[in-house]
């Protein structure tokens, strides 16, 4: 079996490289909206967190997502993200279950 090369991604919150899809995808569409993407589709530029609220809670303290994704993201789009993540985290653990097909 050959095995195939895994998409990495870097955290921006504690700059470690880590498999693509055990990362949660941060994304600022189009319109302008800032929302979390687990799976990875919806289109707009990007930012790449663990799935731990420890990232997310430093990406919020030193604006690591600002950055990222080039443009301010207020206070509150902070603590809308935070909500969604915590609620997040057993969808993300399903959708990497169900997503975990050709590594292994
Ligand atoms: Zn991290």
């Known amino acids: 079996m050959k095995q195939r090369k895994i998409p990495m991604r870097k955290c921006v919150a504690c700059q ?3 498999p693509k899809k055990e990362l949660i995808r941060v994304v600022r569409t189009p319109e ?3 929302e979390i993407d687990l799976r990875g589709k919806k289109s707009g ?6 799935g731990k609220l420890s990232c997310f809670k430093l990406a919020s303290k030193n604006k ?3 950055r990222a ?3 301010p993201v207020g206070a509150d789009i902070y603590r809308r ?3 969604d993540f915590i609620k997040s985290e057993d969808e993300f653990r399903a959708v990497q279950a169900e997503t975990g097909d050709d590594d292994e």
Request: proline share 0%; aromatic share 4%.
């Open 69 to 71: 994704l080039k443009a």
């Open 32 to 34: 302008g909206e800032t």
């Open 16 to 18: 470690e490289m880590m």
């Open 64 to 66: 690591a997502l600002d």
């Open 45 to 50: 530029r990007g930012a790449y967190l663990c």
């Open 81 to 83: 993200l935070e909500q």
